[in-house]
């Protein structure tokens, strides 16, 4: 809010920002906006693309090792359509003033965040089914209401990715869904990933309501549309039948259907845990970063390659 | 910071044979060639078109939106340059 109060012309600016936002016009990037809109937006995209890119690394993982050819197919289809959409990103990020150099730096130093889950491991092929379930339907949930995002390239750009990840989802339940009916030990190995990664989908949807400090300025300006503890619950109302259709238990012994509400209530979820991870201190944090810095380095000479031959030709035809 | 910028590039797709190219996004790329591959590998996964254009984007000249008033308010002044301006009697019929 500290920047919402300014000189008088930007302050005449801002009411006229605010009531088109108001109005439900999108913002373009050309357009006036207030400092904190751009930097909120900046913040919040550029996350957003980073988390897809980092996205890669555990399904990455299993490539090399996916059970059948078909598998391996869709999976590989899948994690091109995760760099795609770190690039969709990326670019509706770009619009506002900040180059994808300073982007890629900010993730690999550490200042900017990207989506804590992607800091637990896939420690089995069932995990790639739990993701895709999970994971990509918590995003998913999270990402249809960004489709009517005040700013014109970020709500382009998940429009896209929206249309995209829908076969992400239905691919991980048809892994979860075979392993269910599968044998004993392809159903244990379903109710273990369930167990390890139904924590941590819910803590993506992030804090309470009462502890998001981002919330009021986003809600107004209409970057977020619907509040982080809505979001979750939509996601467990959809998700607890179709774990119930898979014969997987839900870890949590709390969690109980309201007959008032017509909602599925869940247990207290471990916020300790959820800032650890953020913090940087979740089970793969370490690697991640890693692992990303060791590609960029690794790709650095393609690029420098690359400009170089650009800037021969350009030189041979002058 | 010592990365080079990787130049910018505006993509647009005709989807089919028939309709106009279409601004689709942006990808950086050194040159023109490698800036039509990634916009292939970038934007038409799913069979998105049949023609492909990268164009620099520091080529685009941009009107100015707080000039958006000046520059459109006089198409939107001139009802008479739409048909339904005009009352044709019933008589007469489609025209």
Redesign the interface.
Known sequence: MDDVARPPDDAARLERFEARVAREDKV?P???MPDAYRRTLIRQISQHAHSEVVGMLPEGNWLTRAPTLKRKAILL?KV??EA?HG??LY?AT?TLGV????L??QLLTGAAKYSSIFNYPTLTWADVGAIGWLVDGAAIMNQIPLCRCSYGPYAR?MIRICK?ESFHQRQGFEIMLTLSRGTQEQKAMAQDALDRWWWPSLMMFGPHDSDSPHTDNSTRWKIKRVSNDELRQRFIDATVPQSKYLGLTIPDPKLKFDKKTGHWRIGEIDWAEFRRVIAGDGPCNRERLADRQTAHDDGAWV??A??A??EK?RKQAA | MTEAMMPLWEVFIRAKAGLAHRHVGSVHAADAEMALQAARDVYTRRGEGVSLWVVPSASITASDPAEEAELFEPATAKPYRHPTFYTVPKEVGDM
Do not use: C, K, P, T
Request: net charge negative.
């Open positions: 373009e050309n357009d006036w289809a091109q359509d795609g690039l969709y670019a770009e180059s994808r150099e300073e890629v730096e750009a995209e690029r420098d690359a400009l031959y650009a030709r």
